[in-house]
């Protein structure tokens, strides 16, 4: 396939010209490629080993089973956030997944793509994908004051706020995946005389599955990670009680290192550094089970 | 009929079904025109987001405007909405910290974004590429109130203060650039290197043919290239950077003040919305509306850079 050729032509020439790159220039040149490819590792490594040797002293059962403290910051906890966090991404999950998948199997299944209206949600969607996160936290402040909730900082809140900044992230890479089915399976279904439903829905959907679950956790883990749209709806971050449904108050871990870090006791500082650990592990275990999902499930045509 | 039974040889079409040459779905079953309308129903929610962030931003922003003339806000150059006795409501501040911010993560990210997409495109083997792009996507998995810590509590006291001896306060723009900078690394190095792969391999193969080296050829033939790939993604990056908030609101510093200088500490247009939306001023007062307000400047900032970034991306498609 012409894919296939133009791939072993490349490996030809990333061979071709290495012969002439002898002059001290070109090796200089490659030398600083090299740099900025594993300049990204470096700062990664740095941040994480001094964010682990800053934390270390508070590596213990405190830091996630107890509430936070402002009066004895040596054994503040984030327990609060944490289970804040995993409550507003389950709820951040319900809505955006469902209606992603939706939207992506329009636009690729269904859609007219000469229509003016379809061509505008795609550049709609581009778009959307890089409105600052800001931005969707205001949004989210005016959603939920017209449905009539005026109590700020709750988690149906953040969940609308987080759902809306994902949803073009779980689009597009439902959209890859669904793209990734081949033809064929879509004209044998048809061909048998199924519908352009029926085909969706009992054989390009289920072909597609490891690949949106994979995009839809990768979401999921950038939206646990945010701070910001959830600082814009009120989110309280000196909550000491764990959150139970959709209209009780809430505060998320990014949030709780956010104004730890603000605090200028050295105690509240270590306290933050820990917890960057405990969020980068939950971003990591997310991170991990989407590459699991992914090579084993995952089916190649 | 007119079309012929068999498509040409070929890729498969990414349109999916549409355009089949022969309409298999003779069949047609009642609810099934609903389920098409539930899909494109929720298609239209990314529409309705556009417009609610426009109405959301633009109800409370009018009202504001109504106390506060556009061209006092637009032209001032004092930034004091919480002062009691003598308010201003000019943002200059707030854009001009934005500016230098959003200058000194470029100066970090275009040469190393740039570098990474080089060697991935043009260097590695397509074997190679497949295993190092994730590495280089790594650093957008970390949440960005991690890096402001990073910036806070490593990048100021010990690179700048200790190692390079640069007079800097505890809350400066330069040390929120440099890590604002690394941030955007993965999408100015993804977007670019996609631009630089797309280059048509016949120009390389000219440009050896040539006697030309690796690097001539980079530099001098596919750079040019696809100059256009390269530059939105530069747009793009810019665009994150102008947008980011939680580096900002914690690395940068909480006081508004005209400058240029990055050692100094200045609060930037997403760092005042950080800073305010969490506070206590009452929903509805001139102060609170000063959020939609800002908020509002940085929508339309960092939708005409996105608008020529998309437009950019378009016309280097085009191009091959």
């Known amino acids: ?301 | 009929m007119t079309t012929t039974t068999t498509t040409p040889a070929g890729p498969p079409s990414p349109a999916g079904l549409r355009g089949d040459p022969v309409d298999l779905s003779g069949r047609s079953r009642p609810g099934e025109a609903v389920i098409r309308g539930v899909l494109f129903a929720a298609a239209l929610v990314s529409v309705l987001t556009t417009v609610g962030i426009v109405i959301a931003l633009l109800r409370p922003a009018v009202e504001f405007f109504r106390d506060v003339p556009v061209w006092e806000f637009l032209g001032g150059t004092r930034w004091a909405p919480n002062d009691s006795g003598n308010p201003d409501f000019g943002v200059w501040p707030l854009v001009s910290a934005t500016l230098v911010i959003t200058v000194v993560a470029l100066v970090v990210a275009i040469p190393l974004g740039l570098g990474a997409a080089m060697y991935l495109s043009e260097y590695a083997s397509p074997e190679m590429r497949r295993r190092l792009k994730p590495i280089v996507e790594l650093l957008a998995g970390v949440p960005s109130v991690v890096y402001g810590f990073f910036a806070l509590t490593f990048v100021t006291p010990n690179l700048l203060q200790k190692v390079l001896h640069i007079d800097v306060g505890f809350t400066n723009a330069l040390a929120a650039g440099l890590v604002l900078g690394v941030m955007i690394i993965p999408t100015i190095a993804s977007l670019s290197e996609d631009a630089l792969f797309a280059v048509p391999l016949s120009l390389r193969q000219g440009s050896f043919a040539m006697g030309a080296n690796r690097m001539q050829t980079t530099l001098r033939v596919v750079l040019p290239a696809a100059m256009s790939g390269v530059a939105a993604a530069v747009i793009l990056g810019l665009s994150r950077a102008v947008g980011e908030t939680m580096i900002v609101a914690l690395a940068a510093g909480s006081r508004p003040h005209l400058s240029l200088d990055p050692r100094e500490g200045m609060q930037a247009m997403t760092g005042y919305i950080a800073s305010t939306a969490g506070g206590e001023n009452p929903v509805g007062s001139t102060s609170y509306n000063t959020l939609f307000a800002v908020g509002l400047l940085l929508f339309v900032i960092t939708l005409i850079i996105n608008v020529i970034s998309i437009a950019l991306v378009r016309r280097y498609r085009q191009e091959y």
């Open chain 1, 1 to 301: 396939m012409a894919a296939y050729a133009e791939t072993a032509a490349k490996t030809v020439l990333a061979t071709a010209g290495r012969d002439r790159d002898r002059s001290v220039k070109s090796l200089v040149f490659l030398g600083l490629l090299w740099f900025s490819l594993f300049f990204g590792v470096l700062v990664l490594v740095a941040l994480i080993v001094s964010t682990a040797l800053e934390g270390a002293p508070r590596f213990d059962s405190d830091l996630i089973t107890r509430y936070s403290s402002t009066l004895s910051p040596e054994r503040t906890g984030f327990r609060a956030g944490i289970l804040g966090s995993l409550m507003v991404i389950l709820a951040t999950a319900a809505m955006a997944v469902p209606i992603g998948i939706a939207a992506a199997l329009h636009l690729e299944e269904f859609a007219n793509k000469e229509r003016w209206y379809n061509k505008f949600i795609e550049v709609n969607l581009q778009n959307l994908a890089a409105v600052p996160s800001v931005v969707y936290g205001l949004l989210a402040v005016a959603f939920v004051t017209l449905m009539g909730i005026h109590q700020r900082g709750l988690v149906i809140s953040g969940a609308v706020a987080l759902s809306l900044l994902i949803l073009p992230v779980i689009i597009i890479t439902t959209r890859e995946a669904v793209r990734a089915v081949p033809r064929e399976i879509r004209d044998g279904s048809m061909a048998l005389g199924a519908t352009r439903w029926q085909t969706t829905w009992k054989q390009t959907l289920p072909s597609a599955v490891p690949g949106i679950a994979t995009g839809t956790i990768l979401g999921l883990s950038r939206a646990i990670g945010e701070a910001a749209p959830l600082l814009i709806i009120g989110t309280a971050t000196a909550i000491r009680f764990d959150p139970n449904g959709l209209m009780s108050q809430f505060t998320a871990l990014p949030l709780e290192i956010y104004s730890t870090t603000s605090q200028s006791r050295e105690d509240f500082r270590v306290a933050a550094a820990a917890a960057i650990i405990v969020l980068l592990v939950m971003i990591l275990a997310l991170n991990g089970l989407a590459i699991f999902i992914r090579n084993k499930f995952q089916r190649s045509w």
